[in-house]
């Protein structure tokens, strides 16, 4: 449960980052609030995260995730599509993946039941 806590942290943060942009400097109220509203949600669930994820893993996941998520949204949106951005795209999901695939949770370290 934990690592879908943090994909939807991760996929919040996409949401968020597009508000900071949309709100203007918080000049703009609707966007400001939707801003606030995901950052919360974001980084609740990326608190209830790590408590079976370790934190270097389940950070570098998060930020992972709303960094490549967030070039996603914005090349479809518009924003100019590169060889080299595609290449370092690529390098970023696979090193989220790897950290995936390399990860034990805490609570499997623990031989705990979450």
């Given amino acids: 449960m934990a690592w879908i806590y943090l994909l939807i ?3 919040t943060e996409i ?3 597009f508000g900071l942009k949309y709100s203007y400097g918080f000049t703009e109220a609707v966007p400001s609030i939707i801003t606030v509203l ?3 949600i974001s980084f609740y669930l990326f608190s209830k995260s790590i408590t079976a994820i370790p934190i270097g893993t389940a950070y570098a996941v998060f930020t992972g995730i709303g960094a490549a998520g967030t070039v996603i949204a914005g090349i479809f949106l518009g924003e100019t599509l590169s060889f080299l951005k595609v290449v370092f795209l ?3 999901l696979s090193g989220i993946i790897g950290l995936k695939m390399t990860t034990t ?4 370290e623990k031989g705990e039941k979450l």
Wanted: negative net charge; without cysteine.
């Fill in 9 to 11: 942290a991760g996929l």
């Fill in 15 to 17: 949401i968020w980052a």
């Fill in 38 to 40: 995901f950052m919360v």
């Fill in 90 to 92: 690529i390098v970023l």
């Fill in 105 to 108: 949770d805490v609570s499997e």
